[in-house]
């Protein structure tokens, strides 16, 4: 079972950057057999996909995304990152990380609280 924890949202002005991290409880086990993804949602919304990062290492991304935010992973430190640069108002809402793995046929899938970003002038 993983625990997961965003930071590094807040306000910031358009065309700003701001990192954001998720990182698993040092109890929590197996973070590299998790494909790690980040989503965010804004109210009356569905969540939406932003980046994955799967245990091959290949990273995709949204098209409303791609270009302006990178997103990394360190295993070692059960942790990814999720650089967001350019960024615009309609890039506010509230991010969350997901953790999802399919073992023996079945899946598991964790989720942070999320974290606000907020893009205004």
């Known amino acids: 079972q993983l625990q997961l924890a965003e930071s590094g949202g807040g306000s910031v002005q358009p065309g700003g950057s701001l990192t954001l991290s998720c990182g698993a409880s040092e109890r929590s086990f197996g973070f590299g057999f998790y494909d790690m993804g980040w989503y965010r949602q804004t109210p009356g919304a569905q969540r939406e996909w932003v980046s994955t990062?799967?245990?091959?290492?290949?990273?995709t991304y949204a098209d409303s995304v791609r270009g302006r935010f990178t997103m990394s992973r360190d295993n070692a430190r059960k942790m990814v990152t999720l650089q967001m640069n350019s960024l615009r108002p309609d890039d506010t809402a509230i991010y969350y990380c997901k953790a999802r793995a399919v073992m023996y046929g079945k899946e598991s899938a964790y989720w942070g609280r999320g974290t606000q970003v907020t893009v205004s002038s």
């Open positions: 990062f799967n245990t091959l290492g290949a990273v």
